[in-house]
């Protein structure tokens, strides 16, 4: 069976590389906007859902993966940072808190589609804010979802992480594999 990976994020291609799927990549053009009184989980479920369906319309033939991934804390959504100043903004509300990083992940056929809603807590250590002009200037935290990559310079940032690592990546992957499986395909087995 034919698989698409309906996202533009290189971490993602690379997380499914690194389980040996083959699969091709299609960047769906959806609105992300959303309103303030949405709730986190059901934006990110949703919009993971529409890049799916796109997808799905664009390839009838094959098995759509798509994600999206957001960061909250104290019930605002942190989507990826519009300037430098926007990512200081997000990088101040974490440091030395707790937040959650969420990733809707949406599995898609022409006839049929599950998403799941995944959650991992993450721990920022204390920074200070020169601590955080050195990190926005390194660029790390351009298009990212509250302005840190986990698996970048942003690991010097967190100090602890409740859930599963690759979440904060942007790609459930164990949570992919079960659901790849409702569709027949064992990522195990190749």
Request: with cysteine; hydrophobic share 40%; proline share 3%.
């Amino acid at each position: 069976m034919r698989i698409i990976l309906a996202s533009g994020s290189p971490r993602r291609r690379a997380l499914l590389h690194e389980l040996g799927l083959a699969f091709e990549v299609f960047t769906p053009d959806v609105d992300e906007s959303h309103a303030d009184t949405e709730n986190p989980e059901s934006l990110c479920r949703r919009l993971s859902r529409l890049k799916a369906q796109a997808g799905a319309e664009k390839f009838p033939d094959s098995i759509v993966i798509a994600a999206d991934t957001i960061v909250v804390i104290d019930g605002e959504i942190l989507g990826k940072p519009r300037n430098r100043e926007d990512a200081f903004r997000m990088l101040k509300m974490l440091q030395g808190r707790e937040h959650v990083v969420m990733t809707g992940v949406s599995v898609c056929s022409v006839v049929r589609v599950i998403s799941h809603v995944e959650h991992t807590r993450v721990k920022f250590r204390a920074l200070s804010d020169d601590e955080i002009r050195a990190y926005i200037s390194s660029g790390e935290c351009d298009d990212k979802a509250g302005s840190y990559a986990v698996q970048g310079k942003g690991s010097l940032l967190v100090e602890g992480i409740e859930g599963d690592y690759f979440n904060v990546v942007g790609l459930p992957v164990c949570r992919l594999g079960v659901m790849l499986g409702k569709f027949g395909v064992n990522v195990l087995t190749g």
